[in-house]
């Protein structure tokens, strides 16, 4: 909202789904999903509408699940994905160095993942998957060079293919324990004028390590502490990957809660340690 206008965004979204095992071997999920985002530009100063922008689509999503044993077995998905641009991404908090785009298109993406899942001993649990991601019209900051303010733009094609891997062990009723890996690798694939092609996408680590471990002493006392590791990525503006990337760093968090059957109270400490990082 500014002195002589305000943005209002409505959303609703109508979906269903279905999932059934078929001869207690497959599991099949289905999915649909229908979107629509609206956005309304009013003039407060004499209550005229000066713009209205609607967004609609239609994603759906298929997988499956195939019990190879008792312990586990083997996935596979394919999903679509809508998300619109927000009211600040179209426009920008701060003006003074960024530039309004009222033109801005909703982000459509496509997501392949295969993987597995499998309890390997002692409640055990291990899962890993690949996926690829391709989106059309990602919404990037670009730099304009020349005057060093920024606007929000559609890329028209980028891709994500990444791999994950997560460990989780439940030692027993009180104690358990989590460990979990991923990487991706994304890149613009077609930009327009073809300045960004094939370079990293900003903002996206190469790598995360995450671990933790969750305790509960008492009844209703629980306890976490949380260890991340975040990879080497480029900085927010460097589409062009002219800079070198920033350093990965790494942050303890923990969490102490206490619950009850109506209410739940807990404290979140975050960077335990007050360790510095670009």
């Known amino acids: 909202k500014t002195a002589d206008s305000l943005v209002t965004k409505g959303e609703k979204a109508y979906f ?14 289905v999915g649909a999903r229908a979107d629509t ?3 309304d530009q009013q003039n407060t100063l004499v209550s005229r509408s000066l713009a209205r922008t609607v967004f609609q689509n239609r994603s759906h999503q298929i997988g499956a699940f195939w019990k190879v044993v008792p312990e586990g077995g083997f996935f596979i998905s394919y999903s679509q994905a809508f998300k619109a641009p927000s009211v600040y991404d179209i426009f920008p908090l701060d003006t003074v160095w960024n530039v309004k785009n009222e033109d801005l298109q909703p982000e459509k993406a496509v997501t392949i993942e295969r993987g597995m ?13 690949i996926y690829r991601t391709e989106v059309d019209d990602e919404i990037t900051l670009i730099l304009n060079p020349t005057t060093w ?9 980028t891709l994500r293919n990444g791999k994950e891997i997560s460990l989780e062990q439940k030692v027993n009723p009180c104690v358990s324990w989590r460990l979990g890996y991923a990487s991706c ?7 327009v004028g073809g300045d960004f092609d094939g370079k990293y996408i900003p903002m996206v680590p190469e790598e995360d390590w995450k671990a933790g471990v969750t305790v509960k002493p008492i009844p209703g006392y629980t306890w976490g502490l949380d260890y991340i590791r ?6 927010d503006w460097d589409n062009a990957n002219d800079y070198d990337q920033l350093p990965a760093y790494q942050v303890f968090n923990s ?24």
């Open 149 to 157: 303010k920024g606007r929000n733009e559609n890329m028209q094609s």
């Open 230 to 235: 975040v990879g080497r990525q480029f900085i």
């Open 185 to 191: 690798e994304a890149r613009y694939v077609d930009t």
């Open 37 to 39: 985002v609206d956005f």
């Open 16 to 29: 269903a789904s279905y999932s059934g095992w078929f001869a207690d071997a497959v599991l099949f999920d």
């Open 117 to 129: 899942r499998w309890q390997l001993f002692s409640n055990l649990q291990l899962e890993a998957s």
């Open 255 to 278: 969490r102490l809660n206490y619950a009850q059957e109506n209410y739940l109270v807990y404290l979140d400490i975050y960077n335990i340690f007050n360790e510095l990082y670009v």
